[in-house]
């Protein structure tokens, strides 16, 4: 069956760099386009970007130059990595499959704490 | 960007028939979709292409609209359906997200 799962850190300190996997299973990456979303505490969902089953890339301009995704599709893998990071980073960030358009599998998960 | 904006809140009875509304600044055709998400978890696909039933969801949900106009109808909803409600569209880039319509049965 379809999966996705996270994994991650807990802390990322301030002006660090995150690192999140998503690690995909019941499907091939080079058939389906994963993206990643964010969540803050309490608030809604923010669209991160998206690694296209090509092997492409799409990024929302609000996190400009500082978001990079990648993958492996040997391992199953997608990559997100996201610098300088501030305490307003601190939110819940899922992966999620798109299913020509729209996100029909999630992830649970990964909840991300910025500290100073 | 493409603003969607939802009512951030509404409370029905069970056995009640709910709309929740979500309006677009700018056309999406009929790349909207919907989720349910309760706390703690992650969202779930309701309707996508602003109409269909994804698998598994039961026939009280229903999508309707295009354009800028999209409503997700629960009829009836049952104690089960509280949650948060998010719309989402996937016409322009960047895709975004409404603010969610969170629904409490009173």
């Known amino acids: 069956q379809v999966q996705l799962k996270e994994t991650g850190p807990d802390l990322v300190q301030l002006t660090q760099t995150l690192s999140i996997t998503c690690t995909v299973s019941?499907?091939?990456?080079?058939?389906?386009?994963v993206h990643w979303v964010r969540q803050p505490p309490g608030k809604g969902l923010e669209w991160m970007g998206a690694m296209w089953n090509g092997g492409g890339t799409d990024y929302n301009s609000a996190f400009k130059s500082r978001l990079s995704i990648s993958r492996d599709t040997s391992k199953s893998q997608v990559f997100l990595k996201m610098n300088s990071l501030q305490t307003d980073d601190t939110a819940k960030y899922f992966c999620?499959?798109?299913?020509?358009?729209?996100?029909?599998?999630w992830g649970q998960g990964v909840m991300v704490t910025v500290s100073s | 960007d493409t603003v969607l904006t939802q009512s951030p809140a509404l409370a029905v009875s069970p056995g009640e028939r709910v709309t929740i509304s979500c309006r677009a600044s700018e056309s999406v055709s009929t790349l909207m979709h919907w989720y349910q998400q309760k706390p703690g978890q992650q969202p779930t696909l309701l309707i996508y292409l602003a109409s269909n039933l994804e698998s598994g969801v039961p026939a009280r949900f229903s999508g309707s609209g295009s354009g800028t106009d999209f409503t997700l109808t629960i009829d009836p909803v049952e104690a089960d359906d509280t949650a948060t409600y998010y719309c989402q569209q996937s016409w322009n880039d960047p895709w975004t997200f409404g603010g969610g319509t969170k629904l409490e049965l009173k």
């Open positions: 019941g499907f091939s990456l080079t058939t389906y386009n």
């Open positions: 999620a499959r798109d299913n020509n358009y729209y996100f029909d599998y």
